[in-house]
């Protein structure tokens, strides 16, 4: 029995922003004043291109990180590829309190990604990849709390209920 889930980081709407900076980058090269020739270009290694198609570049690296969520009887083992290359391992032993909870991405953590909480919380980090407002909150017996979103939280809650039930596993609340 597990529950398994990977989640990609969507940034759509990165993708319109950087395309207004990439139109007016672009049209600043080619309009003003004549435009620049392919020797200016040359003269200054093609930087105005570089400037439009190096964040394209950089934000779909970015969306080709995933993070890897899996939960059964003996824990629950997470992965954040590229970054963690191999799934660490939480043993239910180690954790206090396993819950579903409400959270504010901007609010709380300031934005997506691995984050921590804001105002200097270092004890409390999250890895939040969607827009939506709940996750999996886990609370270990040393203090420190880790935070997963997921596209799937319903069947998370359902899960994590069922898996209570059977193994008798009082971390999950």
């Not at 394209?56 to 963690?84: C, D, H, M, S, W």
Request: proline letters at 2%; aromatic letters at 16%; a positive charge.
């Amino acid at each position: 029995m597990e529950f398994e889930e990977q989640q990609h980081l969507k940034l759509w709407w990165l993708y319109l922003l950087v395309g207004v900076d990439a139109i007016i980058v672009l049209c600043i090269v080619l309009f003003d004043k004549g435009g620049m020739s392919f020797t200016d270009l040359k003269a200054v290694y093609f930087a105005p291109l570089w400037a439009v198609i190096l964040p394209f570049a950089i934000i779909y690296l970015i969306q080709q990180n995933v993070l890897t969520l899996r939960i059964n009887e003996e824990g629950i083992y997470y992965r954040y590829f590229p970054f963690k290359a191999r799934l660490k391992h939480l043993k239910w032993d180690e954790i206090a309190k396993a819950h579903i909870t409400k959270y504010d991405a901007f609010g709380d953590y300031g934005g997506y990604g691995v984050k921590i909480r804001l105002w200097f919380k270092f004890d409390d980090k999250a890895y939040i990849l969607n827009d939506k407002n709940r996750g999996l909150q886990l609370e270990f017996k040393n203090g420190k709390k880790l935070l997963f979103s997921s596209n799937r939280i319903d069947e998370m809650e359902l899960f994590l209920i069922n898996l209570k039930t059977r193994y008798h596993i009082q971390a999950i609340q």
